[in-house]
């Protein structure tokens, strides 16, 4: 069974401009959440989204979005970009979203690499 | 708020038990996670603990959980030096879906 799978794998675009990363999920799975990974604030959760909805929203300003299509692919998208959001994009595939109790394993895929000048 | 902390870093001998320690704020955590992070790579899942378990043992690994005192304990024995990496804790709030709030991670160098 393939894994995550994450394009493109680096990425270096100008601050103001905007950058659009994919994620597609394990086969199956139906949830996708999205990490920011930067070596000051560590591991920080973007949002979840599952049956195309967004379920749930880390603490970042509006410039970031995404959106989840039919086929549980999901996409985030950065606009304005600027210097901090340099960062490792990571994204996790889950079977379904986790509950009180129930608990779906979650996988995560190589990350999308973005540098900002 | 939740917040999760470990050491930054440990050193030991090939052959040699590693232990690494995590201590998480979020009492309502059913589910606690250990992932291991390679130069260049995502995330890896390790195991996970339920909240009700003590202990949890998968081949090499051994997760303690100590709830009272929301700590929680990797160990890896038999340290060899592909194990050198970067261990995150996490925790997943119950009322928060999938999220998942890591640690700062801890370096693990296994020396030969």
């Known amino acids: 069974k393939a894994g995550v799978t994450q394009t493109p794998r680096y990425l270096i675009k100008t601050r103001g401009q905007q950058v659009t990363l994919s994620c597609s999920p394990i086969s199956g799975h139906r949830s996708v959440s999205w990490y ?3 070596p000051g604030q560590g591991l920080q959760f973007l949002f979840e989204y599952f049956s195309e909805t967004q379920r749930n929203k880390g603490n970042f300003p509006g410039r ?5 299509f039919s086929n549980s692919r999901s996409e985030m998208n950065v606009s304005t ?3 901090g959001d340099s960062a490792l994009y990571l994204c996790a595939s889950s079977l ?3 509950l009180a109790g129930v608990n779906y394993e979650q996988y995560f895929g ?3 690499r ?3 000048t | 708020g939740e917040d999760v902390e470990q050491s930054l870093f440990l050193s030991v001998r090939e052959g040699d038990s590693s232990v690494i320690n995590c201590t998480y704020t979020d009492s309502s955590s059913t589910y606690l996670y250990w992932y291991k992070q390679e130069p260049g790579a995502g995330l890896q899942l390790l195991t996970y603990i339920f909240s009700n378990m003590d202990m949890k043992q998968d081949q090499r690994l051994t997760v303690l959980l100590n709830k009272k005192d929301k700590h929680l304990s990797l160990r890896i ?3 060899q030096t592909g194990d050198s990496a970067i261990y995150f804790c996490a925790e997943r709030p119950d009322n928060a879906g999938n999220m998942l709030t890591f640690g700062g991670g801890t370096r693990l ?3 030969p």
């Open chain 1, 36 to 38: 920011q990974q930067t």
């Open chain 1, 64 to 68: 970031f979005s995404g959106r989840q």
């Open chain 1, 81 to 83: 970009l600027e210097l």
């Open chain 1, 96 to 98: 379904a979203r986790g």
């Open chain 1, 110 to 112: 190589p990350g999308t």
């Open chain 1, 114 to 116: 973005l540098t900002v």
């Open chain 2, 77 to 79: 024995a038999d340290t």
């Open chain 2, 109 to 111: 160098m296994v020396k």
